[in-house]
């Protein structure tokens, strides 16, 4: 009995650990034969729309994550809405993300088919994984080699969000929980919340906190820094003006998220409860103290992300255009 017991427990450690069928199948060098100069195109790409503006990089790194956390990165969100099917990116909690980052993507779709040995063979969900680095890369923060082989996924539902993405109200436990369904680690949440150093939301997900019932604002934030929201986004505001995430450096991928994390200056519940709980303040601490460790971290947490929910094989397909199933 109890041999079979420690052979169960090996079989569990074992298959927990195995990634998905799917992201075992990716690799650094999946167009090699296919599209070798994909990586440059698609740089090219990012960088002519990074000119342009530089909304293109906190857009389009949002855009990875809301497709990764809710049928995995597979281009979903960027299917248009139909008379017959309200699509992914219609969801409430979607609407707010910039038309910079469907943009980039679209742009960069269309300079690698424009290429005629790589029309239709590039999805459009490694299109958006590896002008999601790029991105990053453009706005001073680390660039890392990208997994590749993902296919393009077959549904897009405004249903299929429901419950899928975190909130600006959660807690370490919330995080953690919802996280931990993709296989990703606290530290790994931490580090991706980094990427809030570059990031933008509007009035409206953050005012419960700097107005509270008798002119008060949430205990956990900075005096001076609920003044400034709230001279910036008055009781009377348009709620979708756009406030930046990171107050000192917004155009730059730094940790100083993490910095003013230890200020009392995190946005939502969700950043400052990083630094609030104990669990997780001594990571917030080394990434504020050590840029390379933040991004070492990143790299390695949006990694991890980019092999969620990967289609592969018959699971999904390579879109001619990224809005629309083929």
């Known amino acids: 009995m109890a041999k079979e017991l420690l052979l169960l427990l090996i079989f569990l450690v074992l298959t927990l650990g195995l990634p998905s069928p799917g992201a075992a199948q990716l690799r650094y060098n999946y167009y090699a ?22 909304v293109t990089v906190p857009a389009t790194v949002r855009l990875f994550f809301h497709d990764c956390f809710v049928q995995g990165c597979d281009a979903s969100i960027i299917i ?17 993300l910039a038309g910079d980052g469907f943009d980039t993507v679209m742009k960069a779709k269309a300079a690698v088919d ?21 991105a990053i890369a453009l706005a001073g923060g680390p660039s890392y080699a990208v997994e590749l082989g993902r296919k393009d996924g ?26 931990a369904s993709h296989g990703l680690t606290q530290t ?43 001279g910036m986004c008055p009781t009377n505001v348009d709620p979708t003006i756009a406030i930046n995430m990171d107050p000192e450096t917004p155009k730059s991928f730094d940790n100083a998220y993490f910095q003013n994390l230890q200020r009392g200056m995190g946005l939502f519940t969700s950043d400052q409860s990083l630094f609030a709980d104990r669990r997780s303040r001594p990571t917030v601490n080394t990434f504020a103290g ?11 947490a949006i990694t991890k992300l980019g092999r969620v929910g990967v289609k592969t094989g018959q699971q999904g397909n390579i879109r001619r255009d990224c809005s629309m199933f083929n």
């Open 188 to 230: 790994d949440l931490i580090a991706l919340s980094g990427a809030h150093t570059v990031g933008f939301s509007h009035c409206n997900r953050f005012s419960s906190r700097i107005y509270k019932p008798n002119n008060g604002v949430d205990p956990s934030m900075n005096r001076t820094y609920a003044a400034q929201l709230r």
């Open 33 to 54: 034969s296919t599209c070798p100069n994909v990586e440059n195109i698609v740089r090219n790409a990012v960088a002519a729309k990074f000119r342009q503006t530089f």
């Open 114 to 134: 424009a290429d005629p040995k790589c029309r239709n063979m590039v999805s459009c969900a490694d299109i958006l994984a590896l002008a999601t680095r790029d």
């Open 80 to 96: 248009a809405s139909t008379p017959s099917n309200r699509a992914e990116k219609d969801n409430p909690d979607n609407l707010s």
């Open 290 to 300: 050590n840029k390379f460790a933040f991004e070492r971290a990143f790299v390695t």
């Open 154 to 179: 077959l549904s897009s539902t405004a249903q299929s969000v429901a419950g899928k993405l975190p909130q600006p109200t959660f807690s370490l436990d919330q995080l953690n929980s919802l996280f």
